[in-house]
């Protein structure tokens, strides 16, 4: 008579099994259970933020997976009518993007930090959109799911172009006091725990240093060894001070006479354009209305 | 800003199956109330036969977690899936310590030459008050 079923082959499980694992990595919307329309609204509410859904979808368009698209599409041999796609680029939207986004954090670090001269401002300002920044902030976004293009995985340029134009949608729908607090809540949290000369390479510390002093009409800084421990050993610390005028700017320890130099030259910088470690942390807070209306009023 | 860190959920259970009920249950009603008040994250719901009911969490770092769903009841789904969305997507292993700070020190830390007069200071003679 007949029993239970006929199983399938016993090893047929342990081989899907390792074809599973050793299947190549898809894209997220190549794999099953995926909405695209759904995601992009997820992905909305999930900023706090109000885009115009349209904006937003042309900002995850790169123009690399227009161009494959197209070559793809050409090669089926689909009708040359039917061949342009009616999709735009992100070109437009990163640029605003990016433009704005400088904007608004020289804007920024003009206002937080007035000491600190144009060069730094501006090393800040690319360390905050440069690549590495940009595509790893987009990376924890779940951006790279949603942004459109060739290659997989997203090459950080395209991510950093997408980011940005997500950040150009914004400035279209919600205007530019929001894409502002958009900015800051994303990007400038970033620099925490960053020390300056980590972002900004100075050559020559010492030079800057008497640039600096000589603007502010004070005398040039006297080097002086204040502390040294173990001479003549392998591991000497030296800790130099800089007088001006015979009172202490700054003091920093070094393992040799030079070293040491340079690093309180370096302490003496930050202490003057205000970027010690203890300074005051940045304020998140919300604008108060009255402010913009302020600026609006001073403006006109 | 708070960004929840839950990307999406799928229920993946069967149609017939006896514990699937609750998943069943939970679909048909509290779906989308928990939809509702949750607008960040994404919910599939897909049939799938011959399996046990789980849930599969996407979280925004990449890390997917599965959980299974059988036999319990509608009621419990939802507490699960709300905790499921409070959390991130970080590995849950043994925390080492409790605390962290960004800045360790205020004043600057220690070091063995924090409390040494320098040798630049002079000490002489005391001199007579006059």
Redesign the interface.
């Known amino acids: 008579g007949s029993g239970p079923p006929p199983e399938k082959k016993r090893w047929l499980r342990a081989y899907l099994e390792m074809q599973r694992l050793q299947a190549p990595p898809q894209r997220r919307s190549e794999q ?2 995926w ?1 695209y329309h ?2 992009i ?3 909305s ?4 933020e109000n885009f115009s859904l349209d904006l937003l979808k042309t900002a995850f368009v790169n123009s690399c997976y227009i161009e494959s698209e197209e070559a793809r599409r050409r090669e089926l041999g689909v009708d040359k009518d039917a061949v342009a796609l009616s999709l735009q680029d992100n070109t437009g939207l990163a640029e605003q993007g990016l433009r704005f986004a400088r904007a608004y954090l020289t804007r920024c670090f003009e206002g937080a930090y007035p000491n600190l001269p144009a060069r730094g401002v501006e090393a800040l300002v690319n360390f905050l959109t440069g690549q590495e920044l940009v595509s790893f902030v987009a990376q ?3 951006i790279q ?1 949603l942004a459109l293009c060739r290659d997989f995985p997203a090459p950080p340029q395209v991510l950093q172009r997408t980011f940005l134009a997500v950040i150009g949608a914004l400035l279209e729908s919600s205007g530019s006091e929001r894409t502002g607090i958009f900015v800051r ?1 994303f990007l400038i949290p970033q620099l ?2 960053k020390d300056l000369f980590e972002i900004w390479e100075v050559v020559n510390p010492m030079g800057l240093l008497v640039e600096e002093l000589t603007k502010r009409n004070m005398s040039a800084p006297e080097p ?6 173990g001479v003549s050993t392998v591991l000497p ?1 030296y ?1 130099v ?1 800089l007088y001006c005028d015979k009172k202490i700017l700054a003091e920093g320890p070094g393992e040799t006479l030079l070293a040491a130099e340079e690093e309180a030259a370096r302490v003496a910088l930050r202490k003057l354009y205000g970027y010690t ?2 300074r005051r942390p940045w304020d998140y807070s919300k604008p108060k209305q009255g402010l913009a209306a302020q600026k609006a009023i001073s403006s006109n | 800003r708070y960004v929840r860190q839950l990307q999406r959920l799928q229920f993946l259970f069967s149609p017939t199956a006896a514990d699937a009920r609750g998943a069943r249950q939970f679909v048909e009603e509290a779906a989308q109330d928990f939809a509702r008040q949750h607008p960040d994250v994404v919910l599939y719901v897909s049939p799938r036969s011959g399996t046990a009911p789980l849930v599969r969490a996407e979280y925004l770092n990449g890390t997917v977690r599965e959980e299974l769903i059988a036999s319990k009841t509608s009621e419990e789904i939802v507490q699960l899936i709300t905790k499921l969305a409070n959390q991130s997507g970080l590995d849950i292993i043994r925390i080492r310590k409790p605390f962290h700070t960004d800045n360790p020190s205020v004043q600057g830390q220690w070091h063995p030459l924090t409390n040494k007069p320098s040798i630049l200071t002079v000490q002489g003679p005391r001199l007579q008050p006059q």
């Open positions: 099953p259970n909405d759904a995601e609204q997820a992905f509410h999930r900023l706090q924890n976004l779940s799911d809540d925490i725990g002086r060894i204040t502390r040294q421990l610390v800790f001070g470690e203890n």
